[in-house]
């Protein structure tokens, strides 16, 4: 070995063979041979060298015996099964979003993750429209959405439609204070006609597009009716006395049938897609399937199924889009939980306690104050529960996809 | 502040948190101001760590950074928190368009550690936040009106709260990459650094 002080010209006695010696100059008179290692910056990635750096100190105390080159296939694996993933955690309330000028044009439902299940649902309504004298009654159901697009919601005295597609408001039409408040609204699957019911038991028919009234139901009831649904041709009213009464809209003797059941008032209705089955969910905490098919010569028709498992009224009534007979009822405030049921066996499938109040109701768009938005994903059913707070006038609007 | 350097300075995994959750807190406040996600006249000045720092007076955008903090320091102290990014996303978007990196090195071995003052962390975190103000000369200009969120890193076995959710790691593709100084409380190393999309400006 050469002396490493001789300088890099010297000449020296040694043979040829060791000709490299020379040419590398040295410039410091060291006995350390220092390797230099110059690092790229560019070529760094320094998210997994962070990782790398700070793993491996955990790494190092705890494995006494096992190569460096086991310890890399080790940690190799373990990222290829990400079994040493860190979590990566957000919070669910996001922060708040600078106020523009300009509305926004696009529909939150496309804001979509790129993870498959779980959707992001933003924390701040899209849409915020005021809603002055919305009845402050949790048993009533006063909006709904159309299928042309249409929004419906009761306000005190006057119904208004409010056009999805332009923005537009319009008043449908205003009662007077002996027959309103306006108690219920429901569109059917045309969505031309809408049924509303008023305090004064009344039901009526309306025709959005000649904005006139079609018909008016009376003698269903003996008081007030909260609910509403269509099975095309065939009108259900729930009242607050408990009792359903299948309309027939078409003829002037026009109760067809009648379901009684329900001890208190019907706050919820739901036909399935198929018209075979209609569930009821009263404020006697019971949901009840009654079936179609099953209309006898009786003026009474038995119901199919008496569910009772909620603890509280059960307004919130909603039918798989893909599962004929799976539906999914919400219970208020005592109950905070949705369960899924097998309409054909009656059977509770499941049950979710979503720790906090009530679900508005099937429709998406839900006219209280101050909500927050919890998402559940269970069998891949979107639902989307509104949790109420009481809030005088300024009422958030979401717009989401329907469950219905 | 100068209480401490009397008597023995030692920083507890508590202390060590607080002072590295109020970092984020200000560093936070720092970028939405610099960056232009909210307006100017939303901030206020305030002193802190020898300099003037900007802190937003928007209650919703306080609360959520206030109740943030509380989060990450109870995850601090019980060492599982790995980084906090601060994701700047463009509003009509979502694309993610800056990326705040701080990690954290914790030593968990923890007894009497650090002759380290409060005085010379103060003036590790004073340098940093020279950085992020400086750091508008460089990064490019957000035209477009802009959110920001805030993702934790953490280890597996964190408890986490209802309010915080699993979450993709908003990620900027080919970004390029500036890393700020570190400061270090003996316990807790923090690490800053910022991605930012290629500005394809430059790039013509």
Known sequence: MDDARETSSSVSLHNTKTPL???????????????????????????????????????????????????????????????????????????????????EPTSSVNQGALVKPQRYIPQTSERTLDAPDIGDNYYLNLLDWGSNNVFAIGLGNTLYL?????????????IDDENG???????????????????????????????????????????????????????????MDGVITNNDARISNHIVEKYEGHQLEVCGLNWSSSGQQLASGGNDNLLHIWDHSMATSNSRTQWLHRL??????????????????????????????????????????????????????????????????????VFGIPEVVANPAPKTNLEPFASFSRIR | MGSKTTTKDIITLRGSAAIVSEFFGYAANSILYNRGVYPEESFVKVKKYGLSMLL?????????????????????????????????????????????????????????????????????????????????????????????????????????????????????????????????????????MVSYKNDEWNEE
Not at chain 1, 200 to 223: A, K, Y
Not at chain 2, 73 to 95: F, P
């Open chain 1, 162 to 174: 409010w056009d999805a597609s332009d923005s537009s408001t319009t008043e449908l039409f205003t």
């Open chain 1, 181 to 239: 408040p306006i108690t219920s609204l429901r569109w059917a699957s045309d969505g031309r006609n809408l049924a509303v019911g008023l305090n004064n038991l009344e039901v009526q028919i309306w025709d959005v597009v000649s904005n006139r009234r079609m018909r008016t139901l009376r003698g269903g009831h003996s008081s007030r009716v909260g609910s509403l649904d269509w099975n095309e041709h065939i009108l259900s009213t729930g009242g």
């Open chain 2, 56 to 192: 937003t007076q928007d209650e919703t955008v306080k609360s959520f950074i206030t109740n943030l903090n509380a989060q990450l320091s109870e995850w601090l102290e019980s060492g599982k928190l790995q980084r906090i990014v601060l994701v700047i996303m463009s509003k009509a978007t979502s694309e993610v368009l800056e990326r705040w990196n701080f990690s954290i090195e914790t030593d968990k071995e923890v007894v009497e550690k650090g002759e380290k003052s409060d005085k010379e962390i103060m003036r590790e975190i004073q340098a940093i936040m020279k950085q992020i103000i400086s750091s508008i000369t460089y990064l490019p200009c957000l035209e477009e009106p802009c959110v920001f969120d805030v993702l934790a890193y953490t280890d597996n076995d964190v408890e986490v709260p209802f309010t915080w959710v699993e979450s993709d790691p908003k990620l900027i593709e080919n970004p390029q990459m500036v890393k700020l100084h570190s400061f270090d409380t003996k316990i807790h190393k923090v690490n800053t």
């Open chain 1, 21 to 103: 010696h020379k040419t590398i100059p040295r410039r410091k008179p060291s006995m350390e041979n220092l390797d230099r290692f110059i690092p790229n910056r560019s070529a760094m990635d320094f998210d997994y060298a962070d990782y790398v750096l700070t793993t491996a100190r955990k790494g190092n105390k705890i494995k006494g015996e096992g190569s460096p080159r086991k310890e890399a296939y080790r940690k190799g694996l373990a990222e290829l099964f990400n079994m040493n993933r860190p979590r990566i955690l957000a919070c669910k309330n996001k922060p708040p979003v600078f106020k523009t000028l300009f509305p």
């Open chain 1, 308 to 377: 009772d498992d909620h603890t509280a009224a059960v307004k919130a009534l909603a039918w798989c889009p893909f599962h004929s007979s799976v539906l999914a009822s919400g219970g208020g405030v005592g109950d905070h939980h949705i369960t899924f049921w097998n309409t054909h066996t009656g059977a509770c499938l499941n049950s979710v306690d979503t720790g906090s109040q009530s679900p508005n109701g099937c429709t998406v768009a839900s006219a209280t104050g101050d909500e927050t938005l919890r998402f559940w994903n």
